[in-house]
């Protein structure tokens, strides 16, 4: 059964990093499209940050422009989103994507979500 699992998430106070994971199983990464989205209590879904099968092509919201970075190893089936310089306002719950389109994406896609890590800055 494919399952994205999420980890890495916590309580960090402004300025503060975090880097989190997602391991695949039941199936490789190598050949889908990765994406990190998330979404904080009343707010609409966000799309955070993208990356290609082989990593050739990487896509960043504005509001994390400069400040985060995704990675991905295939070898180890796993992305990683990498934040730094974290704001209150990055505070929700992040999610693992996969899916074999770059998007954008609709209702219904991307076509596979882990179950979501917890981030939540604070002073």
């Known amino acids: 059964q494919l399952q994205l699992v999420e980890s890495g998430g916590g309580l960090v106070q402004p300025g503060g990093s975090l880097r989190l994971s997602c391991a695949a199983s039941?199936?490789?990464?190598?050949?889908?499209?990765m994406c990190w989205f998330r979404q904080a209590p009343g707010k609409e879904r966000e799309e955070v940050s993208c990356?290609?099968?082989?990593?050739?092509?990487?896509y960043y919201a504005d509001s994390v422009k400069g400040r985060f970075t995704i990675s991905r190893d295939n070898a180890k089936n796993t992305v990683y989103l990498q934040m730094n310089s974290l704001k209150l306002e990055d505070t929700a719950v992040y999610y693992c994507t996969a899916d074999l389109r770059f998007g954008p994406y609709g209702p219904g896609t991307p076509g596979y979500w882990g179950q979501g890590t917890q981030v939540t800055v604070s002073s």
């Open positions: 039941g199936f490789t990464l190598d050949s889908y499209v």
């Open positions: 990356i290609t099968s082989r990593g050739g092509t990487t």
